[in-house]
């Protein structure tokens, strides 16, 4: 069956250094890859969609990668501040329905 | 531009109540999605709604849950009678057709007790 993947311990980080995140994938071949932030008690907010023939793509701090035959997504945190700190959820899509499978999120924490 | 929306926040019930959760997505946007966490779990699919048809329910646990999008707006999900084990959190999500990318309300967070 399809399986998702992610640092399930904590990931803690100083202030200032990169963040960087790991999503794995199994029995699964995804048209994209979709990478949202989730704040306790709220819903997800997209962050970042990269598609199966995108190795890389960037918005701001924030930088995907795409290797679909390692089957991995990184997602990484440049210049990481203490307002990043949030679980981190990674979901795989298929452009026919648009269905998303997630992962269980990373939560990440940045020290000050 | 508001956001998906989604009433009520939380909801109590006692088991064999019935309750209905509502969304209202982005304006614009023809494709509905239900989903659910329960604790300590992956978010996951419940089903797809194109306008007002379902796409695809194969994430509906049982029947004891019914989904509806009447005009293709708001969707409700009713949950009837409701069970301990369909505590969790339900999000719903939309996507307006030719993107890819969904956007999520805030959750109904549901104790059945």
């Known amino acids: 069956s399809q399986k998702i993947e992610q640092n399930s311990e904590a990931l803690n980080i100083q202030e200032g250094k990169t963040a960087t995140l790991t999503c794995n994938y199994t029995n699964y071949s995804p048209a994209y890859l979709q990478w949202y932030r989730q704040d306790p008690g709220r819903g997800p907010v997209f962050l970042l969609l990269i598609r199966e023939n995108e190795k890389e793509k960037r918005k701001e701090r924030l930088k995907v990668t795409f290797d679909t035959t390692l089957k991995q997504s990184l997602f990484h945190i440049t210049a990481s501040q203490p307002a990043d700190s949030a679980t981190y959820l990674c979901a795989l899509g298929s452009s026919n329905t648009g269905k998303l499978i997630f992962g269980q999120g990373t939560t990440l924490q940045v020290k000050p | 531009e508001a956001g998906v929306t989604q009433f009520p926040s939380h909801s109590v019930i006692e088991k064999g109540q019935t309750v209905t959760l509502r969304c209202d997505p982005i304006s614009g946007h023809d494709n509905l999605y239900w989903y659910r966490r329960v604790m300590g779990k992956e978010i996951k699919f419940l089903l797809h709604?194109?306008?007002?048809?379902?796409?695809?329910e194969s994430g509906m646990p049982n029947n004891r849950f019914l989904a509806e999008r009447t005009g293709g707006t708001y969707s409700t999900l009713k949950v009837q009678p409701a069970e301990l084990e369909d505590s969790g959190v339900y999000f719903c999500a939309s996507r307006k057709s030719g993107t890819d990318e969904q956007y999520f309300g805030p959750g109904t967070r549901l104790t059945v007790t």
């Open positions: 709604f194109v306008k007002e048809s379902k796409q695809d």
